[in-house]
């Protein structure tokens, strides 16, 4: 079985948080790839910027719905999600669109549980870290091209 060692890529394009929105589309763009790890000013991966997110800021804002009874209004939706949508949609760095839920995987990970893991969580850019070192990433076109070379 293979496993994230055999299929990712080792020569990682990242983001710095700092980094404009407007410049993380043109690298996206320039690398024709879908996602980067993001990094602090120290180097350590804090999350992952996607297309995703960068077409995020370009939707229309979904307000929720709100129910008066006396004086006090009840949403029927979560009022969060809506801030942080319009926080995301107003941001100009590349940390505050990327998703600070890092989910990642190790080289030893199986390339089923790599699979699955992308599918589950509708992850498309796995970094792959030892330890806290970003060793290399997993995208949907590594797991495409593995299943196009082994037939």
């Known amino acids: 079985m293979k496993k994230a060692k ?3 890529s080792t020569d990682v394009i990242t983001a710095k948080e700092s980094m404009s929105v407007k410049e993380l589309a043109k690298l996206l763009y320039e690398n024709k790839i879908s996602g980067v790890p993001v990094l602090d000013d120290n180097g350590k991966v804090t999350g992952v910027a996607t297309e995703s997110d960068l077409i995020d800021q370009n939707k229309k804002v979904h307000i929720p719905t709100v129910v008066a009874i006396l004086d006090s209004f009840v949403f029927l939706e979560n009022p969060e999600k809506m801030e942080k949508d319009i926080k995301k949609m107003a941001a100009t760095k590349v940390g505050d669109i990327c998703s600070h839920e890092l989910i990642s995987v190790t080289p030893e990970t199986p390339l089923d549980e790599v699979a699955t893991l992308m599918a589950e969580r509708q992850v498309h850019t796995l970094p792959v870290m030892d330890g806290e070192k970003l060793v290399g990433v997993i995208g949907k ?5 593995t299943l196009v070379l082994d037939k």
Do not use: G
């Open 6 to 8: 055999d299929i990712m």
């Open 141 to 145: 076109t590594d797991i495409i091209r």
